[in-house]
């Protein structure tokens, strides 16, 4: 019977974990659409910057009331995690909290697992409260409608059943091991330290042993079967970022945010128009007739680079970019975050066809007006408050901007007045038509 | 008639054979729009006092480029980089100041990159380097004790991380500064970048800067002192649209100095 239990173990370790890697190949192959990146520069910034951002939540406190439960919420899951890792021994092997040789130190981790349990629970119901009673801007928006709405709920849900899983697999283990049974009493006295799962011993007062084994089992297999399907949920919801997060701060910018990259294509134009010595009737290289032109700007997912990609990926919907948005708090469509969800729903739906096809074929949509809408791209006012905001180091902005390049430079698609004050900029160096030879007369007014 | 003031051009200065020690650039709304003409001027009169030996480039100045780049026309960007650059460059350009943080920005950061190095400074960091080295004098005057509130330009601020020039010298006027709820950091923008000055905005249910001035009115300030022409224009407009203008001025960090002074 025992070695049944382990296989079975053993297989649902092996397809949760193979399920896994499975969807993150998946999630490497779609980013890898995009186009290269170099952020090899500064590792030694880059690590701090992740040991910062990412590891140590420095932006995630910015916001008081929702950064302290997040704290509180992730430290308990990376810390009840290290609980895993005995559950996984008991499970391969049969034993019973085989990691209670440490003693004393044992008890504290498990006491500490369950007092973080406990606060973990509460905070994800607090998290609850605030999405779904209270009316916080920021999880009010259009784009949260439907599935979004429902997945954040999902996962809210499934953690509090799982530290509900894990104190009563406690309670009824130390009931079980107060009551001498056999496997899980030992001669050395009680195992493991239940400061939260004490006051759950009423519920299962006057139980059989049989009845408790049940229960503790049950717990125990849910418990783990539960974090397995989970890690395969992660791949289907905006939870990747618990993954994510840590490369997505590590390969985010470190220069200025008011600086953006000039696209090397236009200094390639921009230097042959400008050189004397260029022959305008040279014929192009061999190679250069046969290539395609490079694309000016971003229509679609594969205009856009790696790093750009991975922010669709990393976004947790958080909504902290939307509700700093000037566009957005003015009751404009804009909003940082619903960029970042277009991005990765259309890079997710590239994707579908090529586990269907085998390579992406046409399927007559693209990001632009298919999911990003013109009126969006224009109504930003590029001030970095979204990229300010993200606690995890995603730039909507550098998104909008290509599109907007796209826009302008491949199909001269500027709103009327913006066109006006290029041909202004182009024909006499400032956005309004004055002359440029009447530049110094303010010297000369009084 | 006033005298009318000394801007000296690098033209003059490269005829003379000298170099100046700062080029001034003046940027589009400096140089065109009225209310910017006015903290030009200001800004001028403080280098003047302070000593500074300062050129503009005047008629041999174009757009940084910076609102056609945000408007994502990256090719005509370049193509006013490339001929400031090579301007710039020929004059020997070391150090540059602007009192606008878009032109600020871009010269800053994004020019580097296409071969223009040079040492770039908003002019309230300027103007504070000049107070430290005891070149400026920075006093209260007509200002001391007011109510003032910075608004924060979102491209001397959150591009470029510069918050506390421009309120160490609203300190140094012994004005009570004091902060909107969205400051620094968290500043809102006053609508205007992007390319948001030249167009009409997107449909929504308010403007931009009528949402930033209703937060600077929460503070109930006698002054909104702003560090960008742009901003000053947003909020000027924004002022006059809650029919305050007669209670509240908008004003350049450098035009309070400035007047504070006398100047």
Redesign the interface.
Known sequence: MQIIAQILFLLALVAGIGFFIRNIRKLIRNIKLGREVDRSDNKGERFAKMARVAFGQSKMVKKPISGFLHVIVYVGFIIINIEVVEIIIDGLFGTHRVLSFMGGFYNILIGSFEILALLVLIGVIVFWIRRNLLNIYRFLSRELKGWPKNDANYILYFEMVLMVLFLVMNATDYQLQLNGAPHYASEAGITGAFPISQFLLPIFEGMSNATLIIIERTAWWLHILGILFFLNYLYYSKHLHILLAFPNVYLSKL??????D??QS??D???L??DPDADPFAAPAEEETSAEPEK??ASDVFDLNQVQLLNSYTCTECGRCTA?C??N??????SPRKIMMDTRDRLEEVGDIINKKGKYEDNGKQLLDDFILR?EL????????C??ACPIGIDPLSII?D???????EESA?????A???TN??NN????P?N??????????? | MAEALKVPTMAEYMAAGKKPEVLFWVGCAGSFDDRAKKITKAFVKLLHEAGVDFAVLGTEESCTGDPAKRAGNEFLFQMQAATNIEVLNGYEIEKVVTACPHCFNTIKNEYPALGGNYEVMHHTQFLKSLLNEGKLKVEGGKFKGKRITFHDPCYLGRANGEYEAPRDLLRKLEVELVEMRKCKSNGLCCGAGGGQMFKEPEPGNKDVNIERTEQAMEVKPEVIAAGCPFCNTMMTDGVKGKNKEDSVAVMDVAELIANAQDL
């Open positions: 220069r200025p945010q008011g600086e953006m000039n696209l236009v200094t134009e921009v230097k128009m400008m000016f700007g700093e000037p566009a708090q003015t009751g404009k469509k804009l009126e224009w109504a930003c006012t590029s001030c970095n408050a990229v300010e901007l599109m907007r390049r796209y826009l302008v430079m500027a709103p009327n007045e913006l006006i004050a290029m900029i182009e160096g400032a956005p309004w004055y440029q030879q009447d530049r110094l007369n303010w010297a000369k007014e009084n």
